[in-house]
């Protein structure tokens, strides 16, 4: 056993000490060998906090827990200076408290502090008190020292640090705030295996104590239908069990409705008697029924706490909590500060300030200091647990294949220790509470500790710091990894207010990055899994090639066991779509040098290209400029421009001044995402694409003369050049995509009434439909939201979907007449063939498309998308045009961030204040004993054990918009539909009865079509030739 492990008491003694069936003496505790890294254990499922095999002694031995001159030290700190360490003064022994005074319980002198004492099994896990080595007689829930031998009194015990500052962790807590009776416990016995225990009934003499730990005014309620996923019985309660998984009992211990004593200067409780009524017995003297069962409570489950004076970190607030000894017991290294203690720090400053104002994080404390070089950030909002486990999965598996490169300079064995995970979690109010739970349950969050306001300063970040042990399988449970898990750098930040992904961008960014100074910065999304090497690969390319400053691996759509969800035609549509853009145009600007656009999925930038200059100029200032476009001051331009932020970052990066940076694809990784599968998240999630990218597009296009202000070689700028125009040209067509379309329809519906007068009867009303479905699509864009019309936007793709087939079916018809005619004519040759006007338009250009598609397929060694995706593709893909490009366009004015009214300052949390005598030091209320510690833990584990209700969604009412934006709205949308109608008649109006005219337009329109794509073609093969002698 370990400090602070709970174990059963030995044969002969119940959970209260008293003996039941022989007084026998329990053996002498012996510390165990140290056990190697990784554990050859199984792997015990960790969701289950009264699981047998997580709560009782290790199967396996532990570390020695008695230091040695052999022992490997560990994590050592060094405070003075985040980026000037200094030498720590000796090894940091196993879970030793760092507090080097006390004070007098009566005068409140100092007091010398005893030396450090080893932990054997048996020891207390307050980090403030130790039990001493002599085995306990009896083991009892009471703190009272007359019911222990006289060589047993509980006296503090504050060991001394070795290589962390002493105010990296609250000093001991100040005792006039506790007597010397009340401010340290034993650590309460769990119920034997062959006891059934019932709370209700405590052995004579319990309750007469004023201290009793049987003080359970609100205990922890079990659910009443927990999650088999997690492994938590449906019978479990979580206050009395007896099968041998009751190694732990929950309970919420303290009085009053907070849960948290109320203590007078001379230690007692207030209430009657200086005590107060909530110790476990009634008010007419029997025992309170301590047994519940139900739902948790929706309030906050409150834990003991202790008030601690604690000396300021560089005039900030920084903790150094010790972890749950339910975790720690699950994990193979327990030695070092970042394997013992999760690391908080109240953040009250901006992010930009955040080196300026003396802020730093653990990897700066070591000496030497650690160096960065992967820096992963997970951005989130609000996503399930589902979400973040399966990126979060993604992300241990990639950290664990860089352990394995051997033979790599940089990575190896110890390569975990140059990655650093941040999560950024958007809003303390807005993040799930199930996927706090799992943060909860890898040890970087603990509920209790965090603060609203520090001096009278509001907290804008909670930041939490744990390197954790556990991993996360393929079906989302937590537990100890096999062989081939390592230890994860984590890094939480907990922002107070919900200020949108590009704020918390900017913390990573110009807060932690500029603290950290990563090589490579890899941006993922909540969602978004990376292959298992896929980051490995990404590193690659910023390895390879220097000049390399953001690169970017293939997004694939989440196909689901079997490829079930390609069933859906939404999603195999956007599959075949993913799949041919990174075909066809991704290595094609990848092989010019200039990505429009790296997703914030799953991308990665070299931090130094991102930096500003000297005169603060430079990519991240112009990324975050769209922080700011909320408001009356913000163009709407601007603020749609910074819809799509990322695509002005691969722009400004590109054209930096006096550098040369380029933007490189890499196809060897890879990360899958979910897609919208259904058409209201589809058509919401394509409005913001589509503005923000077009007037990205603009932007690029109008600042094009940056590009002269960089150190880009002659050729590299020449490239460049031929880039803007295919890019200008892509950008005219999508301008005029809806008149093109209505174009090649009506051309074709015309081409079948020069072959009979009976098909004017079909197509006549055609038209007249298709003009209903655009004006229906118009009306609803303007009035009403996606999820509010699913029924008339679905109806609406259906529509133009079935029209589709008729222009297929039209198509083939013309150019098997076409066939004919040549053949009725004479001899089929070539010249007869491609002298017939509408085989020619038709076939050949569209078969020169669709062809180059099949062939560059087959090029990559990807042609599934081809068979499975592409017939539900080009029924969709007209709605992209008539439908989504309608909703974007009619919608261009809605830029609105959603951050009015989040100006107030929560105080859930409570508040601390330095006091008037010592500026540098302040109280705070911290739960500090193991097993309040470990009662939020089991309480997290236990929110993960229940199912996840149903999500209701809550339509809340549409914010207003100011005129000036519906107004420029208008005229965009007037724009857009006078020049496609202008289009259709100059073209229509123009050919006369013959439709000679339009017939021409349209082959010019499809021959220009397959060039592009024969563009694209070439861009892609000449990517695949250099991918081989790239090395990648």
């Known amino acids: 056993m370990r400090p602070g492990d709970i174990y059963p008491p030995p044969q002969g003694y119940n959970a209260y000490g008293s003996p039941t069936r022989q007084n026998q003496r329990p053996p002498q505790p012996q510390p165990y060998p140290p056990q190697p890294y990784p554990p050859q254990q199984p792997a015990v499922q960790y969701g289950d906090p009264f699981s047998a095999s997580s709560q009782g002694p290790p199967t396996a031995p532990l570390h020695n827990?008695?230091?040695?001159?052999?022992?490997?030290?560990?994590?050592?700190?060094?405070?003075?200076?985040?980026?000037?360490?200094?030498?720590?003064?000796?090894?940091?022994?196993?879970?030793?408290?760092?507090?080097?005074?006390?004070?007098?319980?009566?005068?409140?002198?100092?007091?010398?502090?005893?030396?450090?004492?080893?932990?054997?099994?048996?020891?207390?896990?307050?980090?403030?008190?130790?039990?001493?080595?002599?085995?306990?007689?009896?083991?009892?829930?009471?703190?009272?020292?007359?019911?222990?031998?006289?060589?047993?009194?509980?006296?503090?015990?504050?060991?001394?640090?070795?290589?962390?500052?002493?105010?990296?962790?609250?000093?001991?807590?100040?005792?006039?705030?506790?007597?010397?009776?009340?401010?340290?416990?034993?650590?309460?016995?769990?119920?034997?295996?062959?006891?059934?225990?019932?709370?209700?009934?405590?052995?004579?003499?319990?309750?007469?104590?004023?201290?009793?730990?049987?003080?359970?005014?609100?205990?922890?309620?079990?659910?009443?239908?927990?999650?088999?996923?997690?492994?938590?019985?449906?019978?479990?309660?979580?206050?009395?069990?007896?099968?041998?998984?009751?190694?732990?009992?929950?309970?919420?211990?303290?009085?009053?409705?907070?849960?948290?004593?109320?203590?007078?200067?001379?230690?007692?409780?207030?209430?009657?008697?200086?005590?107060?009524?909530?110790?476990?017995?009634?008010?007419?003297?029997?025992?309170?029924?301590?047994?519940?069962?139900?739902?948790?409570?929706?309030?906050?489950?409150?834990?003991?706490?202790?008030?601690?004076?604690?000396?300021?970190?560089?005039?900030?607030?920084?903790?150094?909590?010790?972890?749950?000894?339910?975790?720690?017991?699950?994990?193979?290294?327990?030695?070092?500060?970042?394997?013992?203690?999760?690391?908080?720090?109240?953040?009250?400053?901006?992010?930009?300030?955040?080196?300026?104002?003396?802020?730093?994080?653990?990897?700066?404390?070591?000496?030497?200091?650690?160096?960065?070089?992967?820096f992963i950030v997970i951005t989130m909002y609000n996503e399930d647990d589902v979400l973040f486990c399966r990126t979060m999965r993604g992300v241990m598996q990639n950290i664990a294949h860089l352990c394995t490169r051997s033979k790599s300079k940089t990575w190896g064995e110890n390569g975990w220790k140059k990655v650093v995970v941040c999560i950024v979690a958007d809003g303390r109010k807005k993040i799930n509470p199930r996927t706090r739970s799992v943060l909860a349950a890898l040890g970087v969050y603990q509920e209790g500790v965090g603060k609203n306001i520090i001096n009278g300063k509001p907290v804008t970040a909670h930041v939490y710091e744990y390197t954790t042990q556990l991993s996360i399988n393929s079906s989302g449970k937590i537990g100890p990894g096999g062989s081939n898990t390592v230890p994860i750098q984590m890094l939480f930040c907990l922002k107070e207010k919900n200020q949108k992904k590009i704020n918390s961008h900017r913390w990573f960014f110009n807060a932690f990055g500029a603290c950290l100074r990563p090589n490579v910065c890899v941006l993922l999304d909540v969602g978004t899994q990376p292959g298992p090497d896929s980051i490995y690969h990404l590193w690659k390319a910023f390895d390879i090639n220097s000049s390399v400053g953001g690169a970017c691996g293939e997004i694939v759509a989440l196909k689901g066991m079997f490829w079930k969800n390609l069933l859906n035609p939404l999603v195999a549509a956007q599959n075949f779509e993913y799949k041919m853009s990174n075909i066809l145009d991704k290595p094609l600007e990848s092989v010019f040098g200039y990505i429009t656009v790296l997703p914030g999925a799953f991308s990665a930038y070299r931090y130094i290209a991102l930096l500003n200059d000297e005169k603060?100029?430079?990519?991240?200032?112009?990324?975050?400029?769209?922080?700011?476009?909320?408001?009356?001051?913000?163009?709407?331009?601007?603020?749609?421009?910074?819809?799509?932020?990322?695509?002005?970052?691969?722009?400004?990066?590109?054209?930096?001044?006096?550098?040369?940076?380029?933007?490189?694809?890499?196809?060897?990784?890879?990360?899958?995402?979910?897609?919208?599968?259904?058409?209201?998240?589809?058509?919401?999630?394509?409005?913001?694409?589509?503005?923000?990218?077009?007037?990205?597009?603009?932007?690029?296009?109008?600042?094009?003369?940056?590009?002269?202000?960089?150190?880009?070689?002659?050729?590299?700028?020449?490239?460049?050049?031929?880039?803007?125009?295919?890019?200008?040209?892509?950008?005219?067509?999508?301008?005029?995509?809806?008149?093109?379309?209505?174009?090649?329809?009506?051309?074709?519906?015309?081409?079948?009434?020069?072959?009979?007068?009976?098909?004017?009867?079909?197509?006549?009303?055609?038209?007249?439909?298709?003009?209903?479905?655009?004006?229906?699509?118009?009306?609803?864009?303007?009035?009403?939201?996606?999820?509010?019309?699913?029924?008339?936007?679905?109806?609406?793709?259906?529509?133009?979907?079935?029209?589709?087939?008729?222009?297929?079916?039209?198509?083939?018809?013309?150019?098997?007449?076409?066939?004919?005619?040549?053949?009725?004519e004479g001899e089929i040759t070539a010249s007869a063939v491609f002298g017939n006007k509408i085989f020619r338009n038709i076939v050949i250009s569209l078969l020169a498309t669709y062809g180059l598609y099949i062939i560059s397929s087959l090029m990559a060694l990807e042609p599934w998308h081809m068979i499975t995706s592409f017939f539900q593709y080009l029924l969709i893909a007209p709605s992209y045009i008539n439908v989504l490009n309608v909703y974007a366009f009619c919608n261009v004015h809605d830029v609105s961030w959603g951050t009015k009214g989040s100006d107030k300052v929560s105080d859930d949390l409570g508040a601390v204040k330095s006091s008037a005598d010592n500026k540098d030091e302040v109280t705070v209320d911290l739960p500090i004993e193991q097993k309040d510690i470990n009662a939020v833990y089991a309480a997290e584990l236990q929110i993960l054990g229940n199912k996840a209700p149903k999500e209701v969604r809550v339509v809340s009412d549409d914010q207003k918009q100011e005129d000036y934006y519906k107004n420029v709205r208008t005229n965009v949308l007037l724009v857009w539909t006078m020049t496609n109608g202008a289009l259709v008649a100059v073209i229509l109006q123009a050919s006369g009865g013959d439709n000679s005219l339009a017939t021409t337009y349209m082959g010019v329109l499809l021959y220009t079509v397959a060039g592009l794509a024969f563009f694209r073609f070439l861009g892609s093969s000449t990517y695949l030739v250099v991918r081989l002698f790239a090395g990648e």
Not at 90 to 117: I, K
Not at 319 to 325: N, R, Y
Not at 632 to 637: L, Q
Not at 815 to 822: H, Q, T, Y
């Open 616 to 824: 603060g100029n430079g990519p991240l200032k112009q990324y975050f400029v769209g922080e700011r476009m909320h408001g009356s001051g913000a163009g709407i331009f601007s603020s749609n421009m910074y819809l799509a932020e990322d695509r002005i970052l691969c722009w400004e990066l590109v054209s930096k001044r006096e550098c040369k940076w380029k933007l490189h694809y890499v196809k060897s990784a890879y990360a899958i995402t979910d897609v919208p599968d259904t058409v209201p998240e589809l058509v919401s999630q394509r409005r913001r694409w589509l503005n923000g990218s077009f007037f990205a597009a603009i932007h690029s296009i109008v600042h094009f003369g940056y590009l002269y202000r960089s150190s880009h070689t002659f050729t590299r700028k020449f490239i460049l050049h031929v880039e803007l125009v295919y890019q200008t040209l892509n950008m005219v067509f999508a301008w005029f995509a809806l008149g093109n379309y209505y174009i090649a329809f009506f051309v074709l519906t015309q081409s079948l009434n020069s072959l009979g007068s009976a098909w004017k009867y079909v197509n006549i009303p055609l038209h007249y439909i298709y003009i209903a479905l655009l004006l229906w699509c118009f009306l609803l864009s303007l009035g009403n939201r996606p999820a509010g019309s699913k029924i008339g936007y679905t109806s609406s793709m259906v529509g133009f979907a079935l029209i589709t087939i008729y222009m297929l079916f039209a198509a083939i018809f013309l150019a098997v007449k076409g066939i004919e005619d040549v053949q009725a």
């Open 65 to 374: 827990m008695s230091p040695t001159p052999q022992e490997p030290q560990g994590s050592r700190y060094n405070a003075s200076h985040p980026l000037q360490p200094i030498s720590p003064s000796g090894p940091q022994g196993p879970r030793y408290s760092l507090p080097t005074q006390s004070l007098s319980p009566f005068n409140g002198s100092p007091a010398s502090a005893p030396a450090p004492a080893p932990y054997t099994m048996g020891s207390p896990s307050h980090s403030n008190a130790r039990m001493h080595a002599s085995p306990p007689q009896h083991i009892r829930f009471d703190t009272n020292p007359s019911h222990l031998p006289p060589q047993q009194q509980l006296t503090p015990s504050y060991s001394y640090p070795s290589g962390l500052d002493d105010r990296l962790t609250s000093p001991p807590p100040l005792l006039p705030h506790h007597s010397s009776q009340s401010s340290v416990s034993s650590i309460p016995a769990p119920v034997p295996d062959n006891i059934n225990y019932n709370p209700s009934y405590p052995p004579q003499g319990y309750g007469n104590a004023a201290d009793d730990d049987m003080n359970d005014s609100h205990p922890l309620l079990a659910h009443a239908a927990p999650d088999a996923r997690f492994g938590i019985p449906q019978s479990t309660s979580a206050m009395s069990m007896s099968a041998p998984a009751a190694r732990y009992q929950l309970s919420d211990t303290g009085a009053g409705d907070m849960g948290v004593s109320m203590y007078t200067g001379n230690g007692n409780a207030e209430g009657q008697n200086g005590f107060g009524t909530g110790d476990g017995v009634g008010a007419n003297g029997e025992d309170e029924v301590n047994m519940h069962y139900g739902p948790i409570p929706a309030r906050m489950v409150r834990r003991n706490r202790t008030q601690k004076r604690v000396q300021l970190f560089q005039g900030h607030l920084v903790l150094d909590i010790e972890v749950p000894t339910m975790l720690l017991d699950q994990c193979p290294i327990r030695q070092g500060n970042e394997f013992t203690k999760m690391r908080y720090t109240a953040v009250t400053c901006d992010p930009n300030d955040f080196v300026e104002d003396r802020y730093t994080l653990r990897q700066r404390l070591y000496d030497p200091p650690r160096q960065t070089e992967l």
